[in-house]
Nanobody
Framework: QVQLIESGGGLVQAGGSLRLSCAAS????????MGWFRQAPGKEREFVGG????????YVADSVKGRFTISRDNGKNTMYLQMNSLKPEDTAVYYC?????????????????WGQGTQVTVSS
């Protein structure tokens, strides 16, 4: 089992940057594929992107491609979401999630463990 805590959210102007962190507990962190999701008010939760358990593979959704980057530091049990060129439509609660994995696959759904979320607000 793993517990996840997001941090780094806040208010930023359009065009600005933020880096979210997702800290995980547990000694088996490197056995989990990790993902970032977001949910804006009145909208369904959206898969932003993910990273394989070893960090060798990443995926980001088309809506954030070229602006968002996902990385992880298995020595620190932490995953990051670097968000650049932020737009007002990026405003949402951002969640990290973990899924046990035995491969380098990056799940887009079906994650077992979730953080509590961190608010990102982008002003125009």
């Amino acid at each position: 089992q793993v517990q996840l805590i997001e941090s780094g959210g806040g208010l930023v102007q359009a065009g600005g940057s933020l880096r979210l962190s997702c800290a995980a507990s547990g000694r088996t962190y490197r056995s989990y594929a990790m993902g970032w999701f977001r949910q804006a008010p009145g909208k369904e939760r959206e898969f932003v992107g993910g990273i394989s358990r070893g960090g060798g593979s990443t995926y980001v959704a088309d809506s954030v491609k070229g602006r968002f980057t996902i990385s992880r530091d298995n020595g620190k049990n932490t995953m990051y979401l670097q968000m650049n060129s932020l737009k007002p439509e990026d405003t949402a609660v951002y969640y990290c999630a973990a899924e046990p994995s035995i491969s380098d696959a990056i799940p887009t759904a079906g994650y077992d463990y979730w953080g509590q979320g961190t608010q990102v607000t982008v002003s125009s």
